[in-house]
């Protein structure tokens, strides 16, 4: 089936998050949206058709996922990334922020410390203090438009603090990002191995968001961080899920692989009344886009590669104050806006007021995001153009 991902379909008048909220979000109605991880793109028709199979049946009691949702979710890591898993590894949730939540949890003690490398997906900073725990920031450092860890840092949050006694590291857990939220980068085997080594040879967990793991560009590829080692496997909670990969970010559906059985167990524990499984369209949802989805996925991530092209020359050529920083996954595009000398409240008016784009704003993700802009670029290509050229008209007023 050929689909259309230029076809703009109204989204407003249902409740939607991005498109319902914009007077209330942004201040005024006459914004474009560009900023929730959400894309302007119909479901895959597998997808839209299951569901509609299982809305016909009038039974909506409680539901637990099948062998056949298990099966699928097990076949596709191993077809998409070669990883290799067991059925009892998999631990389904509504969502991967809940699952985060959950897996802090399970890992620390309130006063523990979960590092963080900003600038890093926002919801992040709650989910680490609101388990009672303290962050611990390993900023990523730019250089020469490129992101990349700083492992002499990292290391350094293992060491004793220095005072006048001597206090041991509480780091019990890092949350990793990969692909990276909101910078774009993948990191590669070498990378992961050098993080696995520091944080699971000081004995603390590594929780993998590889939420965005299928949504890659021409010439990239994804390492899931446990199929490196049979080390890093007992070592680590992978969170995944086909919201962002398929669009179906409000049916709530994530799978959690948790290799090592007391750390199931433990995760388990703390989610027993609090964090039940995903509803039942959920779970029918992502068995349809793991078994039938790739011909839609195949067609949605060439027309992301053309969108990011656009972008890239778009922004070369016209708007040359605001660098790109080039992703290598996800739809979500990282802009250095810092060249127009605006503080950070002053972008956000900027973009807002101005050029009448709602983006979000670089210093929500914290370390190292001031002067940034987190640009959706998931929407029909005209919709992209209205967007760019409101921000180059605005530029050229400065």
Known sequence: ?????????????????????IKTTFGSDDVIPMWVADMDFPAARPIVEALQTRAEHEFYGYTQPGPGLIEAVVERLQRKFGWRIEPEWVVFTPGVIPALNVAVRALTHPGDEVILQEPVYYPFFPTVKQSGCQIATNELKLSGGRYEMDFAELESKFHPKASMHDTPSRVKAIILCNPQNPIGRLWNREELVRLGEIVIGHG???ISDEIHCEII??????????????EFEQNCIVCMAPSKTFNLPGLAASSII??????????NEIRRGIVHGPNLFGLVAMEAAYRYGDEWLEQLL???????????????????????IKPQGTYLIWLDCRALGLDHMALRDFMRKKAKVGLDDGFLFGAGGSGFQRMNIACPRAILKEALGRIETACNSL
């Open 302 to 324: 060439d027309y992301l590669q053309e969108n990011l092209d656009f972008t890239l020359v778009y922004f070369t050529e016209k708007i040359p104050k605001i660098r790109v």
């Open 258 to 267: 948790i290799p090592d059985k007391k750390l199931r167990d433990s995760f």
């Open 217 to 230: 560009f021409k010439g990239h590829k994804h390492t899931p961080f446990a199929s490196i080692s049979r």
């Open 1 to 21: 089936m050929k689909y259309d991902f230029n076809r703009i379909c109204s989204r407003k008048n249902t409740n939607c998050a991005k498109w319902d909220t």
């Open 204 to 206: 603390a967990t590594v």
